[in-house]
């Protein structure tokens, strides 16, 4: 596929003019890495190595220590799991020291417990190594946990890109919060005289306004001070896959 406009620059090189110079910096893994599972871990490695220009013993090494596989290295790749098999292909995806690793459905086919060990070693693999990481899923409560970044993508068109941390900081100023009372009447009667309207959440003991931290501290204390219980305050964020069907109108990412 060829780029239609702009330019791609992977550590400063075009992968149009300089491509070959470009593309020494990427690692990839495409779902689930294929592996020769009759071989260890490590001879897989050993094996991957060879294809590459000088990949020391070192540094086989260095990437087993930093997937976690040292225990299991020398094991048959029969014997892993899914999830040991994503972090070999990643250790073989790093061997070359890239800049850039690019992960399709990393998360596909593994358990609760592998998704979370999959996710830590990444983030703690950008860290260690420097790398970029870029990840394509259709998973937005994965991405939302493990990336800083990130890019909506609907029927071929990039239509936003935001940082996580930057989403949570913006709710953090004002967002919906959820007050469980006693007497949901006498509070809504109570958030009127304050001018701040309400409405009750449902067919709960609840109420629900639009409120930041400083205004939860005054009504909850004008609930006490006039006479209503207040059993919980919690607030309500909008996660990444609510924000996502926003933007696109409840249509399928493409």
Not at 24 to 36: D, F, K, L, T, W
Not at 149 to 158: E, F, M
């Amino acid at each position: 596929m060829s780029l239609t406009g702009g330019e791609i620059k992977i550590d400063g090189y075009s992968i149009t003019k300089q491509y070959q110079k470009a593309i020494r910096n990427v690692g990839a893994i495409v779902e689930n890495p294929e592996m020769y599972k009759y071989l260890s871990g490590y001879q897989n490695l050993i094996h991957f190595a060879r294809m590459i220009p000088d990949i020391s013993d070192e540094r086989i090494e260095e990437v087993v220590k930093l997937v976690g596989l040292g225990a299991r290295i020398h094991d048959k790749v029969r014997t892993y799991s899914l999830g040991m098999r994503q972090r070999l292909g990643v250790a073989q995806a790093i061997l070359h020291r890239p800049k850039l690793l690019i992960l399709d459905e990393p998360t596909n086919g593994l358990d609760p417990a592998g998704i979370r060990e999959l996710r830590d070693y990444l983030r703690q693999l950008a860290k260690d190594e420097g790398i970029s990481i870029f990840v394509s899923s259709h998973l937005l409560a994965e991405m939302e946990l493990m990336c800083d970044r990130v890019a909506i993508i609907q029927n071929g068109k990039l239509i936003d890109v935001r940082s996580i941390k930057q989403q949570s900081d913006d709710q953090a100023e004002s967002r919906r919060f959820i007050f469980e009372v006693g007497n949901v009447v006498e509070a809504i009667a109570i958030m009127a005289r304050l001018g701040h309207p309400a409405e009750a959440d449902g067919q709960s003991a609840a109420i629900a306004v639009e409120a930041d931290r400083e205004l939860v501290a005054k009504l909850n204390a004008a609930f006490v001070e006039g006479g209503v219980s207040v059993y919980g305050i919690r607030a309500q964020s909008k996660s990444l896959e609510d924000q996502f069907l926003e933007m696109t109108g409840g249509e399928q990412i493409v």
